[in-house]
């Protein structure tokens, strides 16, 4: 067997130890989820933010597209609660940012978050070849539930603890998603900065800790990347940030910019955690309003409440091409991303992985 053809690719049919990573957001197309899946790679659909009715559409869109394995990716609910003070706080800081994009005062949304017994539903219904998640744990019985479906259940652990709470629940892989992933930390059992793990540490730890196939993510961003995961024990590399130059990605052209903006001047893409769009840890590229929030992040408040305030800010910011005020969600790896098609993308990965062997 090569070490390319591992379980998990063999259980999924892929051509390629590798998953184009859920990126909920404008970034979600079915388009790109098609072209990787088509491509050999299991593409990922973020489809955290959709509605019922657009998860459903997508989903019959992906079948009727390719033969191939897909994932639909949705966000486990997280308790959260009010706190008027914060909101208000929040909310004041929103309103600064509104009247530099010379937007109306913001108004409390009308809602926080998808309906997620809603979105899981239409997951059951519809079976797509596999779930993913992150946030926090399914139920056991959910597991059984989209496995009785024949619907492969990939969890997201950050902490050796959290892969093993996965195991327990049932799950068929666990995706170990390093301190140096783009997007929110899928932490869930532990205060977030003791699960700020490496990936060069958690993917063996993991590895270790259970015994279903680990996906590695986090900071790989081409072939090298790859190999040195599969070195590591992982059975799949998963690369997000690379796929955010990619033509079918939904990606702004603001924040394809701001991937780029280094390119031909040798410069670094700095990257750092923040709480300032949606309320909860995620690692983006900095920009102004991350830079307005930090230092005070933990006076905001829960999850999803940021979320749902900043979204007229930042819908109003893609369409201006402003990148100070867009969530511009980025690996530490990001530079490493090209403008290319995802199936050239994933050929090139490829290519450079074998060469390391
Ligand atoms: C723009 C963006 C959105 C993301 N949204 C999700 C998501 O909806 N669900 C999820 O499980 N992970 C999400 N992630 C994390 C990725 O799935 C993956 O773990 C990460 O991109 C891997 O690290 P890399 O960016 O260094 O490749 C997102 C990442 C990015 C960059």
Excluded at 47 to 54: E, I, K, L, M, S
Excluded at 95 to 120: R, S, Y
Aim: charged letters at 20%; aromatic letters at 6%.
């Amino acid at each position: 067997m090569s070490r390319f053809e591992t379980p998990f690719v063999q259980r999924l049919r892929l051509l390629h130890p590798l998953v184009q990573a859920p990126m909920a957001g404008e970034t979600a197309t079915v388009e790109l989820t098609l072209a990787a899946s088509r491509a050999g790679a299991l593409g990922s659909l973020g489809a955290a933010y959709f509605t019922p009715q657009r998860l459903r559409d997508s989903i019959r869109a992906l079948k009727a597209g390719t033969e191939r394995a897909f994932a639909v990716n949705l966000f486990i609910p997280v308790p959260w609660s009010r706190d008027p003070m914060r909101e208000a706080a929040y909310a004041a800081e929103i309103a600064k940012a509104h009247a530099t994009l010379k937007l109306p005062p913001p108004e409390p949304p009308q809602a926080f978050e998808e309906n997620f017994d809603a979105q899981i539903a239409v997951v059951l219904e519809e079976a797509p070849p596999v779930f993913s998640c992150t946030f926090g744990a399914p139920d056991a019985a959910l597991v059984k539930a989209l496995q009785a479906r024949d619907i492969y259940v990939i969890g997201t652990a950050t902490h050796p603890a959290e892969a093993r709470e996965l195991e327990r629940r049932g799950v068929d892989a666990i995706l170990a998603q390093g301190a140096e992933a783009g997007g929110h930390r899928g932490t869930f059992l532990k205060p977030f900065e003791q699960a700020m793990i490496g990936s060069m540490a958690l993917v063996p730890l993991l590895v270790d800790a259970v015994r279903l196939p680990v996906i590695a993510a986090g900071g790989i961003g081409d072939g090298r990347g790859v190999a040195a995961a599969l070195c590591l024990g992982a059975q799949a590399a998963a690369l997000g940030s690379s796929f955010l130059l990619a033509e079918e990605c939904g990606t702004s052209a603001a924040y394809r910019a701001a991937l780029q903006s280094v390119n031909n001047t040798g410069g670094d893409l700095e990257t750092a955690i923040t709480r300032a769009f949606s309320g909860r840890p995620a690692r983006g590229l900095r920009n102004r309003f991350l830079e307005q929030i930090e230092g005070r992040e933990n006076l905001l408040p829960d999850y999803p409440i940021p979320n749902a305030w900043s979204r007229p800010m930042r819908q109003a910011a893609a369409k201006q091409s402003d990148a100070e005020y867009l969530s511009l969600w980025a690996g530490q790896a990001a530079k490493l991303a090209r403008p290319e098609k995802a199936a050239e993308i994933i050929a090139r990965v490829m290519q450079q992985a074998h060469t390391c062997f």
